[in-house]
Every structure is written in structure tokens, then in C-alpha cells.
């Protein structure tokens, strides 16, 4: 007999199970998994992410987690949570949630306890509708009533109008990031790249301690002049650098976009087509490129300004962004979302940025190459291994162009759900 | 082919099918479902299944299937894999 072409799949399966009875042998209690319920063969993805830590946070704000994991293969982003209750109390309680809460229906929560899952028929409940028409899903999956196309568009329909507020979708733009894969040298959920200092779990970590500080920005007051907003900012981020080291243990994983992010949604709270009112606020930037002593550079972007006049992501910030961020916002929005494009899009952003982490490995000509690269492999899904291994041969890891991705992503869905 | 022991493949996870295969004194293949569609889908199910085990030369078994939504290729496979585990 073939090995069915899906047998990891289906093996990961029964690994999950096994895996869900032992720990609910070694606790005694009911064990809670989480999981997107996205169809298609990507089921990595910021969308299922976003799902998934939402949930996470309300159950852990609600019930008494006595232990938590999670798992990225084949079956996709799985989180487990053991849960000090009674099992049928907990899956009514997961019932509820399910139904109440917009995002629901994008998340099944299953509990697992003495061999099987607890089934909502048992608890008197009804079988999950379908996204798309209402009808029980599980009809409309074995008819395959509905295109997968047309399930996936519902499905983020679904997601985006449960993000709440901004921060929602800065939450959903960085996990996107994240969970990206392949990233050409960046850390994936499935490889750490090039980095020996850090995984996926080092960047989740990272964004669940930045994000609460990115509510404070409404808060700072317009009634006064940018630079002391901008000085405002800076006080904001380095707080938020000190809350990023501390998950991480000292590792950078979201300096950039800390930075990126505190700019941006200040100047789209000085003006919502916020280019100009960005340039306004990146002003005292400039001070720092003329207090810089060419002789003794103080950090790596300052040895870059010297040597190459690249003002790095300062520089960028102060033109507002442009023109890449235009060129790069037209072209997510001229396909629907999909892995692929997602791909396509920060391939298409690695091509044109003057990424500070390449040039400082490879100088201005390393840049160059890498762009060149990056442009080559745009739209040519075949040749993305090669480019991954290229990266990985040159040590080349974009840091700059992801934050810059998922800048995009936040500007495209805030538009999206009119939230600016 | 008779099945000889009880063998297991699937799950009882969405969108999978958990299969029992078991020796039936009978010496026939006899099919117990469960299945959240069986109403809509019960007798589709079952000729899947019948079909998958006389593929593979099974004359005679007890064959239990909780099934949970699972799609015909998944079906296939979990049948076929519990067959294997009988070797
Ligand atoms: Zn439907």
C-alpha cells in the first residue's frame, strides 16, 4: 500500500490525541485545544494566530490554566491549555464562548478528557453553523457546497470585523509577520533561520509584552508641539524596548517595529493620510544625524550614514515612508489576501528597502544583490527554497523589511475596518 | 483476507474518522457508523468503507466507525491504515 500523500497529516492527528490523553493522565483534568478552523493547505497563518491568543487571553483571564503549550506542524498553530474544572462545565463554558463572541465561529475549542473529545451534541447543544450559508458545516464541507475561495474570504470577513481596535490589528499585523512562512532567513514557526538566539516563541512572547503599551499612544496629547510629542514617543518605546528585553531575555525581536508602530499611529492621530504629519513628527530625527561624529560612530546606523549616506529606517521615516510604502500598500491590495500573496508581498518590499541588517552584513553591494534576489523570486513560489538557501548562505536575515511588512498589513486592515 | 485482532486508525478530532477493525465470527463484513451526518450521509459513508475493505481482499471483519466529519480521502486512509496494522 502508497502512503496516502496527507499521511503526516493524518499522523499528526494521532500524535495530538496521544499526546492530549497523556496530559490528561498526568493532571487529571480536562485539556483544551485550541485551533483555527481555516481551510486550506495553509493553516499557519496571522489570521488563525490572531484567533487563537485572543482566545488564549479570555480563557486565561477566566479560568484557572494549570498548564500550556503550544504547537506549530502540519495541523497548524495548536494551543493546549489544562484547566482546573469539571469537564462539561469547562465545554459549556467553551460553548458559550463560541457563540457569543464574533470570532467564534473561526475557532473550534475541543475538550479532551477521559479518551475523547466532549461533543456539543452530548451537552444538548446544536452542530456548528457554516460561515459562508448557515447551514451545519459539516454539511456543507463533505457537499463542498461552497468554493474554498469563497470559505476563506468569509473567514477573514469574520476576523476583521471582530478587531475591536487598532491594537487589534497591530496584534493581527505582527503575528501575520510571525507567522509567515517561509521568511527567507527570518524566523518562522517552523525554523529559526538564521538566529540561534531565538524562535517563534521568543517573538510571541515579544509581541504579548509590547502590545499593551500600544494603547498608551491615545493617550498622549496633541495640545502641544511635535517635538515634544516625538520626546513624548521616544520615552513610550524605550519602555516598551525595556518590557521587550525582559520577555526575551535580551533579545531584539521587535525594536524596528516598536519604532515603526509608535510613529505611525501618532501621525495617523495628527492626521489620518498621516505622510505628511509622519515627516512632521520624524523632525527632531534630523538632530540626530547632525549631533553624529563621523569619526566615532555610536551605533551601526551611524557607521551606515557615514559610510553609505543610508539613514536607514530614521531616513525612511522621514520621507513618510515613500515611495515604498504606496508602491507596496497597491500591491497587497490588488489580490485578495492568500499565503502566496503575503509571500509575494514581502518579497516585494525586500526588493526595494535599504534594509539595515543586510547592509550591515554585505555593505551597499550586498544590498543590492540581495534585492536583486528578492525581486527574482517574486511571484516564482518554485524558486523560493533557492532564495531561502541564498539567505541562509549569506547570513542574511531582513529584519527591516518584515517590520515594514507588517506596517503594511496594520494600514491595509485599519482601512479595511475603517478603524484610523 | 479475515481480519484476526482489533486494530485502530483515526481520531475523534474534527474532520477525522476514528475506525475499529475487529474479527467477526460471522465470517461477514459487517459496518457499525456513527456519524454527525449520518442522516444526510450514513449510507455514502458506508460504501466507502465497504468498498476500501474489499479492495484490500477483507472478506470478513466488524468494522466500528465514529466518524467526525471526515472527507471521503480521509475515510480511505484511516480505513487502510487500520488494515495495516493488522500485518
Ligand atoms: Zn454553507
Known sequence: MNPHPNHTFLQAKEDLVKHKQALFTQYEKPVLSLQANMVGEHKLSGWSAWVIITFEKLIQSSMKVVYKERIFNELGFISLLVIDDDPSHLKQACIQLEETKTSGRCIDLDVYAKGRNLSRYDLGFDERKCLVCDEMARVCIRTQKHTQKEVIHAYQQCLITSFQSKVDIVHFALLSECMLTPKFGLVTPRSSGIHQDMNIHTFLKSIDAILPYFNEVEFISLDQNTHEIFSQLRLLGQRMENAMFEATQGVNTHKGAIFLFLMVLMAQRMSPSFTSSLIELAQPLLEDFKQMDPHHPQSEGERQFHQYQSQGVRGWVLKGGEPLLSNTLSFYASQPDSHDHQVNTLLNIMSQCEDSTIIKKRGWEGLLDFQAHAQAAMNHPESWFDFEQYCLDHHFSAGGSADIFALVLYLHYSKERNLL | ?87
Do not use: Y
Open chain 2, 1 to 87: 483476507m479475515n481480519i484476526t485482532q482489533t486494530t485502530q486508525a483515526g481520531t475523534l478530532e474534527s474532520n477525522d474518522i476514528l475506525v475499529t477493525l475487529k474479527p467477526n465470527p460471522e465470517g461477514t463484513i459487517e459496518i457499525h457508523l456513527q456519524s454527525v451526518v449520518l442522516k444526510q450521509f450514513g449510507k455514502q459513508i458506508k460504501a466507502i468503507i465497504l468498498s476500501t475493505l474489499q479492495n484490500h481482499g477483507i472478506t470478513s471483519c466488524l468494522c466500528e466507525c465514529e466518524d467526525k466529519g471526515a472527507l471521503d480521502h480521509v475515510i480511505i486512509a484511516r480505513v487502510e491504515s487500520a488494515i495495516q496494522r493488522q500485518l
